[in-house]
């Protein structure tokens, strides 16, 4: 039973309370006139008679208002349990996805880590042989970023790692994947690939984009950096 039928039957069975009260309260009205009406006059057995009748209506009535009221608040109190299970519930689910998006990438940059990547990489091969596709892996090293990290601090190579990452999800495509192997490496699958020549255009863009100026700040200070990079390629089915 959903929360929203719940909450549909709540609102008709106040309704219904809010009827049966306004009608006791109305028998009780007419009951009153009448009993004043026969104090004043010669009571009469058949009005007597209804009067009584109306009486035990009356508390009938007065009787299902109660029972009716009871029900109406153990649906809030299920209305109540129900939206917080659903709460704790989408908390789970989203900790969940939490745990499993940390396992699955860098902490650092956000990419993807060696898991997911090989995990895609090993479907990636399954639909190339499928359909005779080409795909390409870009082995992808930051020149001398060792003496950047001497240099300018650790700071500044965890700064540098984020840039490039952007860089390189920049030029992305929505099928491929770029990850961050370890350290100041980097792997990009590309697939499918049209031709095994688009794979060298691809290197070359990626390249340019790495190598754009690039600017960290490293406590209060801007860093002007140069960054370098070099791309190794294997081919599937070409390479094996």
């Known amino acids: 039973m959903s929360d929203k039928y719940l909450a549909q039957v709540l609102g008709r069975s106040e309704h219904i309370h809010e009827l049966i009260k306004q009608s006791a309260e109305e028998l ?140 390189l999800e920049h030029n992305t495509r929505n099928e491929d994947t770029v990850s961050r192997y370890g350290g100041d490496e980097f792997l990009y699958l590309l697939t499918p690939l049209p031709e095994q020549k688009d794979v060298a255009m691809i290197a070359a863009k990626i390249l340019k984009a790495i190598q754009a100026p690039c600017e960290v700040r490293v406590g209060d200070v801007i860093v002007n950096l140069s960054i370098q990079a070099s791309i190794g390629i294997s081919i599937f089915p070409t390479d094996g």
């Open 28 to 167: 009780s009205s007419i009951n009153a006139g009448i009993k004043h009406e026969l104090a004043t006059s010669d009571p009469l057995a058949g009005v007597k008679n209804a009067v009584e009748k109306n009486e035990a209506v009356i508390r009938k009535l007065q009787n299902a208002a109660e029972r009716l009221a009871a029900v109406n608040q153990a649906l809030l109190i299920e209305i109540r349990d129900r939206t917080m299970l659903d709460h704790q519930f989408a908390a789970a689910v989203e900790q969940e996805e939490g745990s499993r998006n940390a396992a699955l990438h860098d902490p650092l940059t956000g990419l993807p880590n060696r898991v997911l990547f090989k995990d895609r990489l090993e479907h990636g091969i399954a639909q190339a042989k499928r359909h005779r596709w080409i795909l390409a892996v870009m082995f992808v090293d930051l020149d001398s970023f060792k003496s950047i990290n001497d240099t300018h601090g650790h700071q500044a190579g965890d700064a540098v790692l984020q840039v490039v990452a952007m860089r």
